[in-house]
């Protein structure tokens, strides 16, 4: 099946500091969201981004499908950043609607 | 409009026993999904269901688990009997055909 990794596994950052965010995928994909997960344990629709570039605020997303990567940028981070940002595909054919997860960026930003 | 909606939110049983969890889709929602995750981990699917049939259940314990949709609306998942590797946070989630997958609050199941 597909491959998703992610780096960096864990970011540390000031409030304000600018991140970036890598979810590499092994095959192509007819889907590829970005999701963060809250300390309630939330699941939160951040871009459904199969290709292309997308902005909300201060988040914005590119996907290079040629390239198999995402990348998701967070600029001013703020304390309420924090928490868990997965990326997932979904790679088609036989796989149906199947969201297949990286292990997750831990992000936490200090005041 | 309203989100993904579960039940109930926290569950301690001891192993052996049954739960049941509950799942409300978005309205209009065909595709209903299950998902476990497990600490530390990203979700991992369970079962598919698009309207009131399975699309996928090739990752399901069906030894163990198993999962309705009556009326392909609301679902239910059930382990029976539950061991102490299920500890973990059932996740349901539902999208308009195989579109952008929206997440409920989920389940955390603790099994003793």
């Known amino acids: 099946g597909i491959q998703v990794e992610q780096s960096p596994p864990d970011l540390i950052l000031q409030e304000g500091a600018n991140s970036t965010l890598r979810c590499n995928f092994s095959?192509?994909?007819?889907?590829l969201q970005w999701f963060h997960q809250n300390p309630w344990g939330q699941l939160i629709n951040l871009f459904y981004?199969?290709?292309g570039t997308k902005q909300n605020g201060r988040l914005s997303a590119t996907t290079v499908a040629t390239e198999r990567y995402s990348l998701l940028y967070i600029s001013s981070s703020q304390t309420t950043d924090s928490g868990v940002y997965f990326c997932?595909?979904?790679?088609?054919?036989?796989?149906?609607?199947?969201?297949?997860f990286g292990q997750g960026t831990i992000l936490t930003v200090h005041p | 409009e309203a989100g993904v909606a579960q039940s109930p939110r926290y569950k301690i049983i001891e192993k052996r026993q049954s739960v049941a969890f509950w799942c409300n889709p978005i309205?209009?929602?065909?595709?209903l999904y299950w998902y476990q995750q497990i600490l530390g981990q990203g979700p991992k699917l369970l079962i598919q269901?698009?309207?009131?049939?399975?699309?996928?259940d090739s990752q399901l314990p069906k030894d163990r688990f198993s999962a309705e949709r009556l009326k392909g609306v609301d679902s239910t998942l059930k382990i029976q009997p539950a061991k102490l590797e299920d500890s973990a946070v059932y996740l349901c989630?539902?999208?308009?055909?195989?579109?952008?997958?929206?997440f409920g609050p989920g389940t955390r199941l603790t099994v003793l």
């Open positions: 309205s209009g929602h065909a595709t």
């Open positions: 997932a595909v979904n790679a088609g054919g036989t796989s149906y609607g199947k969201l297949t």
């Open positions: 269901f698009q309207n009131n049939g399975v699309v996928d």
């Open positions: 095959d192509s994909v007819n889907n």
């Open positions: 989630a539902s999208s308009l055909d195989r579109a952008a997958q929206y």
């Open positions: 981004i199969p290709s």
